[in-house]
C-alpha cells in the first residue's frame, strides 16, 4: 500500500463555525503506526472519516500513492468500499441479529471468501482475540468491551491494507486495554499493516504509534515519533499535553519574581542565542532535588524552594515544591529523602530544560 497523502485538508460543517479541520498536511507512510492525538473536539475524527471516505472534504486533496482519492477540485470521490480500508469505531455497529462468529464472518462472507478459508480466519482471529467462547451468542449478550472485540475480530478478519480506528479501546477496561494494545501492536509487526488509530490518550499513543499527529482546534501541532513529541515538543500545546503528571511550566515573563536573577543569567549563559525565551518547560522526572546548593552540580539551572507535599503513588513518589507562590510537581521511583516544609534546592541539567518563546513556539533544538 503507498503512502497516504494529505494535502491542505479543509472541513467545515457549518459556513459559519470555524474549520473542524484546518490546513491539514499529513503523509502516513506504508505500514505505519499513526496515531491521531488531541483533545476533544479537534477535529481527529473527522479526519479519519474524510480519508476513509465518510465525510466530504471543504478543501484540499486525499492520495494514496500517485492516486487522488479525493478532491474537491478535481471532481474525484472514491467511495469508501473501493478504499481498501477497514473501519472500527466506537460505536461499533455489530449485526444484532447475528451471532458474533456470524459477525465476525460477515466482511469474509460479502467478499465471497471460499468457506474453508473464511472458517479458518473467523477461527484464527476469534482465539486471538479471546472470543471463541462467545461465537454462539448475540451482540446483546455481550458486555461493550467484547462487542469492541468482536468489532475489531470482524475488521482484522479480511485483512485490509489500511485500518482506521476511532478510539476502538474505549470500551475495555484496564487490564483489557493493555493486553489489546499488545496485541495490535503485535498485528502491525506481523501484518505490516498500515493503521491509522484516533486517541485522546496520551499513554495509547505513546505505545502504540510509530509516529504520532498532535492536533489542536483543527490544526496540526507536530508530526513525529514518541520520542520527538516528548522529547521536543514544538511549542507548549504539545508538551503540556503530552505526559503525566503534565510538564511544569515557570513563565518567565519580564517582572514574574518565579526566576531569580542568578537562574536569569545562567538562561543567558547557557541559551546565549535565545534571548526571547518567555516560559521554560520542566517534565517531572527530570527535576532534581538538594537539600543545599553546594550539592547542585555547576552546570545545572538551580532554584530554591521548599518541599509542599509527598504523594506516594506505588512505587515512585510525586512530590510538590513550592517555588514562590508557583507548584512545581516532580516524581521520583526512590523513596524521598526529603519531608514535607523542608527548603531545598530543585535543579536540572540544560539538556533537559524546554524554551518556548512569546508565541508559545519551541526555542531550543
Ligand atoms: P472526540 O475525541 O470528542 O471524538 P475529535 O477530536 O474526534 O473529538 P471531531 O469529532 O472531529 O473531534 O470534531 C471536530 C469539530 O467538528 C468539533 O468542534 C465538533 O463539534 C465538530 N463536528 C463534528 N462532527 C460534526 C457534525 N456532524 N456536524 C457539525 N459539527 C461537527
Redesign the pocket.
Known sequence: MPNITLKHVNKS??KN?TN?VSDLNLEIGDGEFMCLL??????????LRMIAGLENLTGGEIAVGDRVIDSIGKGVFVPPEQRGMGLVFQSYALWPHLTIEKNTDFGLRLRKVPKAEREERVNLVMKKLGIEQYRDRYPSQLSGGQQQRVALARMLAVNPEVLLLD?PLSNLDARLRLEMRTELKRIHGEFGTTIVF?T?DQWEAMTLATSIAV?HD?TLQQVGTPNDIYDRPANRFVAEFVGSPPINIIDQSPGNSRITDASRQYLKEYFPAISGADSLGLRPENIKLASQISDVPADHFAEEAFVAAILPTGGSWIIEVMVDDHKLFLTVNEPPQVSVGQQVWFHTSPAFMHLFDSDDQRLTA
Do not use: I, L, N, R
Open positions: 460543517y457549518d463555525a473542524a488531541g483533545p476533544s473536539g479537534c477535529g481527529k475524527t473527522t479526519t478510539e484516533v485522546h492536533m483543527g
